[in-house]
């Protein structure tokens, strides 16, 4: 006699869960499949700090392009300069301005580029340390600490602000927002907190919320962070990002629980 096994749904899960599995949650029928809380907190702190990171990006390169302009006192048109229209860029470039204005964004290329890899270097680092750390003392301090990096990197570009200092001590805050993790760290720590909160059933979900989170973040700094610039110019802007950055830092402290204990 031949029996025929009865079709599986496609709901029905490849393997059946073993006793003991604590991985596997059975969820009651005719509800979601989402057995956990609406969000586990990383929702949030990946939206904000893809915001900061998103705008501090722009807002430094531009930065370093006017701060190059004052030191070379160039009198041609700015970026965001609310002053400058369209007809008096293209005199201006037609003039011999361009020469000028040629030597300018090659200085502000060099500084840029030199800034990047003053980041990098120690993120290569900190990143492979941090994140084998954070299996062992717990995925919240590979949110901390990029997050402190870059608080202490708003408040050090602040203060080159202020005092007007030398073009070269942007390579202090970029040093350290490389050494404390910078954003690599974060999305490892927020990723690795996400697949330990939640179950095979509704992992990919969550996970694909959260890169949702990084969309919104970025699209909505991109939006956002010209306008401040061209109104407000720089210092309130990286005065905004270290006070938001400082209320992130609160938020994951005391709010987003540790999943590894």
Partial sequence: CIHVKEMASERDPL????EGDDDFI???QKKSTICHSITTGTEIVVTVY???YAGSLPLINQFIYVKLAHEMNYTGPLPNSPNTSREECLEKNMSTFHLQQALLQDRASFWSLMNTVVTIFPALFSCVILGAYSDRAGRK????????GSVLAMILYVIIMVLELHIAFIFIPGFI???FGTTAVLLLGCFSHMADRTSKLDRSIRIVILEVCIGIGVVSSQIGFGVIIRYLG?????AMLA???FLLLFYV?????????
Avoid: D, H
């Fill in 141 to 148: 301090i590979a949110m901390v600490l990029p997050i402190i």
């Fill in 243 to 245: 006070g938001m950055n």
């Fill in 177 to 179: 927002t490389g050494l």
């Fill in 26 to 28: 059975q969820c009651p």
């Fill in 253 to 261: 402290v005391f709010r987003v629980k540790e999943t590894v204990v």
């Fill in 234 to 238: 720089y210092l309130w802007p990286f």
């Fill in 50 to 52: 893809m915001f900061y």
């Fill in 15 to 18: 393997l059946s869960p073993k």
